[in-house]
């Protein structure tokens, strides 16, 4: 078997779907985004002015008990103005409950605390109105098989049908180890491209993970699928592993500002990958338990090894 060597996809055994300007697996176009419309939003009618509200009183707030709305008390003999008003007391609501005089249609207040209809109220007290949420158990997520079995129990099966950087996060997940990929492929230039730090780097390698490990990427969607593809779940249970290997990482780095900047090697540092040997190293030692040996094991088996088996 000949292999093609591809700068984004490694190498490639010639005669397989991915050679070509235009791998098979990208083409399904992405469809555009339709931005929703507006929402029609129309204010409630206000008060003009000089109106008082539905069932107010114009004449301002209604006095004190004994107190006259005209005014001191006239003249003996005098009969300008009128000391109290009769008829029921009317609120904002229509005239008052109990009062003679109230209409039996009156409207009646909500009681308090209760939302209107239209309004924002709050939660119901009753928790049992909402299904039950269960909180996500993190505690092992993305980290590698425990006991990892990268060393007790090494596998050497690679799917030689698929690119290179493909069987390689297949192999590292068959390994027990996701995250091993991962950390591998910030050392590979094709898969970190112009960037030159960490933050942007992971950035590249999930979106090569969204590509090149997606069920629906895969090529079991062709009319003919080629020998040797794995199944259909087996590309779902190795792109959720390798997504929740980035987002352990992701959760490592956001523990110290200065993580997201560390420099890649890139023509003009100087330090080369000493800043990204550290990092990782620092990461693989804070999983539990430490797996920095298994990841070198797996690392050098994969760039020493194997490239050297499919190239002679």
Same mark, same amino acid.
């Given at each position: 078997m000949t292999w093609y060597y591809d700068a984004s996809l490694g190498w490639i055994p010639n005669g397989s779907p991915f050679v070509g300007a235009v791998p098979l697996l990208f083409t399904n176009p992405?469809?555009?985004?339709? &931005? #929703?419309? /507006?929402?029609?939003? /129309?204010a409630p009618p206000g008060v003009r002015a000089g109106q008082a509200p539905s069932g107010g009183n114009p004449a301002g707030p209604a006095p004190a008990s004994g107190g006259n709305p005209a005014g001191p008390a006239p003249a003996k003999g005098g009969n300008v103005g009128s000391s109290r008003r009769s008829g029921p007391k009317r609120t904002a609501w229509g005239p008052e409950a109990g009062m003679s005089g109230a209409s039996s249609s009156s409207y009646t #207040? +909500?009681?308090?605390?209760? +939302?209107? *209809?239209g309004s924002v109220g709050g939660v119901p007290a009753d928790p049992l109105?909402?299904?039950? *949420?269960?909180?996500?158990?993190? @505690?092992? /997520?993305?980290? +590698? &098989? =425990? #006991?990892?079995?990268?060393v007790s129990a090494f596998k050497t099966l690679v799917h030689f049908g698929l690119p290179e950087r493909v069987a390689w996060g297949f192999w590292a997940c068959l390994n027990g180890m996701a995250l091993s990929w991962v950390c591998s492929m910030f050392?590979? #230039?094709?898969?970190?491209?112009?960037?030159?730090?960490? @933050?942007?780097?992971? =950035? /590249? *390698?999930?979106?090569?993970?969204?590509i090149s490990f997606h069920p629906d990427k895969s090529p079991n969607n062709l009319a003919v699928v080629p020998a040797g593809t794995p199944s259909l779940e087996a590309y779902t249970m190795v792109f959720r592993e390798?997504?929740?290997?980035?987002?352990l990482f992701e959760s490592f780095m956001s523990m110290h500002p200065t993580s997201s900047v560390t420099l890649f090697f890139r023509d003009g540092n100087t330090m080369n990958t000493y800043p990204l040997d550290t990092f990782l190293t620092a990461f693989l030692q804070w999983i539990v338990p430490p797996v920095i040996d298994a990841h070198s094991k797996l690392h050098n088996w994969w760039m020493e090894d194997f490239l050297s088996l499919i190239l002679l």
């Open positions: 992405v469809g555009a985004y339709v &931005a #929703p419309s /507006k929402w029609g939003f /129309k #207040p +909500p009681a308090a605390g209760a +939302p209107r *209809v109105d909402y299904a039950p *949420v269960v909180d996500e158990d993190t @505690s092992r /997520k993305g980290q +590698p &098989a =425990k #006991p990892c079995t990268a050392y590979d #230039p094709g898969v970190t491209d112009t960037s030159t730090t960490l @933050s942007a780097g992971i =950035k /590249k *390698v999930r979106n090569m993970i969204r390798l997504t929740d290997a980035v987002w």
